[in-house]
């Protein structure tokens, strides 16, 4: 397996995002971290660096959904680390309503930040990577990705679909040199995003989901549900389940 010291994680502040940063950090990776929140980030950046001498962190602040600007972030971290060895494109949004309810704007946001702005960063990491000859891009997807979802999902599984089809081009396209690809599949973990939702059943603790995600991200496999269990069996439930039920259930 080989060994990626320089990390970059897209919305690093909160969530998912911070919890990869932390677990990175103290197994002595240096880190290029970036958000909207800077102060958030800023702190975290901090803290790890206290914490683990040894380690080098930056930091920028970053809308994703300002293009020409993920370009500029990438390269800049990649110049003061001297490499990217894994980018991993993390940044979310998951805000949704029904469709035809009145509320496009939200459902525009969601798949313009999962899907149009994923593609941004794509493409800056990929444009390094082929320079490099080397490298290794994950992608974060949803276990929503598997199926069209009803009610507030339907714009966010979508996003998440698009996103996990945009990945495995890329894999093909990259098949056989030294990049790889991942595809993340979580189910739910518990974050911002998750918290906003209410009690959700199967939800995994912050701890327990981000020790999953960082190890499919180590294993480099092409696509990985997280965490392994329940998700991976429950992935072949979800693609057959009638359409009353999935309504009911989701």
């Given at each position: 397996?080989v060994y990626?010291k320089?990390?970059v994680?897209?919305g690093?502040?909160?969530?998912?995002?911070?919890?990869?940063?932390?677990?990175?950090?103290?197994d002595?990776r240096?880190?290029?971290?970036?958000?909207?929140?800077t102060?958030?980030l800023?702190?975290?950046a901090?803290?790890?660096t206290?914490?683990?001498p040894?380690i080098?962190?930056?930091?920028?602040e970053?809308?994703?959904?300002d293009h020409?600007?993920?370009?500029t972030?990438?390269?800049?971290f990649?110049?003061?680390?001297?490499?990217?060895?894994?980018?991993i494109?993390?940044a979310?949004?998951?805000?949704?309503?029904?469709?035809?309810?009145g509320?496009?704007t939200a459902?525009?946001?969601?798949?313009?930040?999962n899907l149009?702005?994923?593609?941004?960063?794509?493409?800056?990491?990929l444009?390094?990577?082929?320079?490099q000859?080397?490298?290794?891009?994950?992608v974060?997807s949803?276990?929503?990705?598997?199926r069209?979802?009803?009610?507030?999902l339907?714009a966010?599984a979508?996003?998440?679909?698009g996103?996990?089809?945009l990945?495995?081009?890329?894999?093909?396209?990259v098949?056989?040199t030294?990049?790889?690809?991942t595809?993340?599949?979580?189910?739910?973990?518990?974050?911002?995003m998750t918290g906003?939702a209410?009690?959700?059943?199967?939800?995994a603790?912050?701890?327990?989901?981000?020790?999953?995600?960082?190890k499919?991200?180590?294993?480099e496999?092409?696509?990985?549900?997280v965490?392994?269990v329940p998700?991976?069996p429950?992935?072949?439930v979800?693609?057959?389940?009638?359409?009353?039920l999935?309504?009911?259930?989701?």
């Amino acid at each position: 397996m080989v060994y990626r010291k320089n990390i970059v994680i897209t919305g690093a502040s909160a969530g998912l995002g911070e919890g990869m940063a932390r677990r990175f950090a103290a197994d002595g990776r240096n880190l290029a971290l970036c958000a909207r929140r800077t102060g958030r980030l800023d702190a975290l950046a901090e803290e790890l660096t206290a914490a683990y001498p040894g380690i080098r962190v930056v930091t920028r602040e970053l809308d994703v959904n300002d293009h020409d600007r993920v370009f500029t972030v990438f390269r800049e971290f990649r110049d003061e680390l001297g490499s990217l060895d894994r980018v991993i494109v993390n940044a979310g949004l998951g805000k949704g309503q029904p469709i035809g309810t009145g509320y496009f704007t939200a459902n525009r946001q969601t798949v313009e930040t999962n899907l149009v702005a994923a593609l941004a960063q794509c493409e800056a990491a990929l444009e390094i990577f082929r320079e490099q000859r080397a490298g290794h891009l994950v992608v974060v997807s949803s276990f929503s990705a598997l199926r069209g979802l009803p009610r507030n999902l339907t714009a966010y599984a979508a996003s998440k679909a698009g996103v996990a089809t945009l990945a495995d081009g890329i894999r093909a396209d990259v098949h056989g040199t030294p990049i790889a690809v991942t595809t993340l599949l979580p189910g739910y973990i518990a974050s911002e995003m998750t918290g906003r939702a209410g009690r959700t059943p199967l939800l995994a603790s912050a701890e327990r989901g981000g020790k999953a995600l960082v190890k499919a991200i180590e294993s480099e496999k092409a696509k990985v549900y997280v965490p392994t269990v329940p998700w991976a069996p429950l992935s072949v439930v979800l693609r057959v389940l009638p359409t009353g039920l999935l309504r009911r259930f989701t």
